[in-house]
């Protein structure tokens, strides 16, 4: 943590994480001689040990640099909570996420653009700076800079070009599968149109981890201070109310000259601006907090992939993660990323009909019905993942295989528990409350039902408790370890409580810019939206 010598900056940063960081990095390079506060709740990532090679991801959850989050009990899976897996820490999800680099169809940005009125946030738009973001290394494969940057901070790859003995036992059989199953080979998934299956691309740089913050090295900026551990508690505004001047934080207040710029994630940037007195008014007069603006949207629309995980015995030993260190997938090669080979994207047509029976308005049934559009991922990992990562053990024969709904149709909420800042928000993602979200995710667990029966050679037996294809047993599978991929989006909607520069409408000097804005769900793991985001706003400002 720098020391603040000041309480005076030209722009306030509240929050560390993957925006924040790239925030911080650009506005100091633009403005050399403006001065920027960078402000985090957690603390530095550098030399954390769960931060930096990629198998440590596994006990990030509920460690130190884990918000802890719970949801309230979801009602469509059996009244139980969900844990909200959410960084705490300077680089924030690009400190403990899984490295998945992804892009959604083009068509997704379109209906952002959309959305946000402002046809800048489409595909042709954002394309320049998911370029700007990365170095692509494209290995043997010839380098399509039209589609891929070269010079960016992140650094990403494919699991072949990863390293030349990084082959997984199951690379060819799981392609073989995918195929099998109806999913074409999709040589470059991050061109706009992501149908079929294709290589995984990561953004591990050589095995190890890029924390936004190390990878755009603020800490190098002369002009950022950056303050670590420290909780921003609200906005401060002007008398009139109208202009944000700073924030108050759990370190004392500090002021910015120009802008406040909210880079909390997508639980807690609604949950600042509902502390500072930004929302629906019956919200902030429930909890005695004075109305700076009546916004009813902020905290609405949280968005999620909601997901299910199925684990499986193999028949043969040594094609899964095992913990003994002289298994094979404990050599070198297979450290430098997670295991697995490929994601597959589909477009399910039933999922716009259920949607349109169930009342989903005209455009969003159009968007639903694009051809582009993919409604699941399914992947492999070679080794038990997720929620029953901890039941089921690492031992060379186990793996798991998801499927995530990409266009979720459910949405829920975050709001307030207390105006106590240090309170957590309360976050509902309800999970699973549409008929369309159901069909999505049993028709892709249909699919993975079908291509494990396919190759009886591999799979030994599914581990869960509720064998077969019936809807009934889907849910029962979604009850006992379904929730989220840790996508949260959508609570300061582009369109709604930002505008196309992600200001926040009616209030002056203050922007929202992080992965709350997304208006509406990416067929994508959002890590790389959310570089592109912060790098074009950085750009308009
Ligand atoms: C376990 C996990 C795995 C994931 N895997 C992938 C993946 O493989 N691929 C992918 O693309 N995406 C993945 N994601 C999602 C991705 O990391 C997020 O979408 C992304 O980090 C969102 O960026 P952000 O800037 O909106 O918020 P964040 O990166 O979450 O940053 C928000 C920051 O604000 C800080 N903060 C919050 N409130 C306050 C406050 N009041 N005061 C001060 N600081 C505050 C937080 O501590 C945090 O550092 C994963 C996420 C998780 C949690």
Not at 386 to 411: E, Q
Request: include cysteine; proline fraction near 7%.
């Amino acid at each position: 943590m720098s020391t603040p010598t000041t309480t005076q900056y030209d722009y306030i940063i509240a929050g560390g994480g993957i925006a924040g960081s790239v925030l911080a990095r650009r506005l100091a390079d633009k403005y050399p001689s403006f001065s920027v506060l960078l402000v985090e709740a957690g603390g530095r990532p550098e030399g954390h040990p769960l931060i930096g090679p990629p198998l440590a991801v596994y006990d990030a959850y509920l460690s130190d640099i884990d918000w802890k989050y719970m949801s309230v009990p979801q009602k469509c899976l059996g009244g139980k909570p969900r844990y909200q897996g959410a960084a705490k820490v300077l680089s924030g999800g690009s400190a403990i996420n899984y490295g998945i680099w992804s892009r959604a169809p083009a068509c997704e940005y379109d209906h952002w653009a959309e959305l946000a009125r402002d046809e800048s946030w489409g595909w042709k738009g954002l394309l320049p700076y998911f370029i700007k973001t990365e170095t692509y290394i494209s290995g043997t494969e010839p380098l399509n800079p039209s589609l891929h940057g070269t010079s960016g901070p992140i650094s990403v790859v494919g699991i072949k070009a990863s390293h030349p003995d990084r082959q997984y036992p199951l690379r060819s059989a799981t392609s073989t599968l995918f195929e099998s199953a109806g999913y074409a080979l999709n040589s470059d998934v991050s061109s706009g149109s992501v149908k079929g299956y294709c290589e995984r691309i990561e953004n591990w740089k050589n095995g190890i981890r890029q924390p936004a913050s190390v990878a755009y090295e603020v800490a190098k900026c002369t002009n950022v201070t950056i303050l670590t551990s420290t909780l921003v508690h609200k906005v401060l505004f002007d008398t009139s109310n109208t202009r944000a001047i700073g924030v108050q934080t759990s370190a004392g207040a500090f002021y910015a000259s120009k802008e406040t710029i909210l880079c909390a994630g997508a639980y807690r940037s609604p949950h600042l601006l509902l502390l500072s007195g930004i929302g629906p008014a019956s919200t902030l007069s429930t909890y005695g907090i004075p109305l700076v603006l009546d916004l009813p949207d902020v905290g609405k629309n949280l968005h999620d992939h909601p997901a299910v995980p199925l684990y499986w015995k193999l028949k043969e030993q040594g094609n899964a993660l095992d913990a003994s260190p002289d298994a094979k997938l404990s050599a070198p090669p297979f450290r430098i990323g997670l295991p697995g080979d490929w994601l597959a994207f589909a477009h399910d047509p039933a999922v716009p009909a259920i949607a349109k029976s169930e009342g989903a308005d005209e455009v969003t049934v159009m968007h639903l019905s694009h051809p582009e559009r993919c409604h699941t991922e399914v992947f492999f990992a070679y080794a038990p993942a997720g929620p029953g990562a901890r039941k089921f053990n690492k031992d060379g024969k186990t793996i798991t295989t998801w499927v995530m709904v990409m266009s979720p149709t459910s949405r829920g909420n975050v709001t307030l528990a207390s105006a106590n800042p240090i309170a957590n928000p309360v976050i509902d993602p309800n999970y699973y409350a549409t008929e369309a979200d159901r069909v999505a995710l049993r028709n892709g667990v249909r699919k993975i039902l079908t291509m494990t029966a396919l190759n009886e050679s591999i799979f030994e037996t599914e581990l869960t408790d509720h064998a077969g294809g019936a809807d009934a047993a889907i849910d029962a599978r979604m009850e006992e370890y379904g929730g989220g991929l840790f996508h949260p989006a959508g609570t300061c909607a582009m369109g709604k409580v930002v505008d196309g520069k992600c200001k926040v409408v009616g209030i002056d000097g203050l922007r929202v810019v992080d992965a709350s804005v997304i208006p509406s769900p990416l067929g994508a793991h959002y890590q790389a939206t959310v570089y592109a985001l912060a790098e074009k706003v950085a750009d308009s400002i």
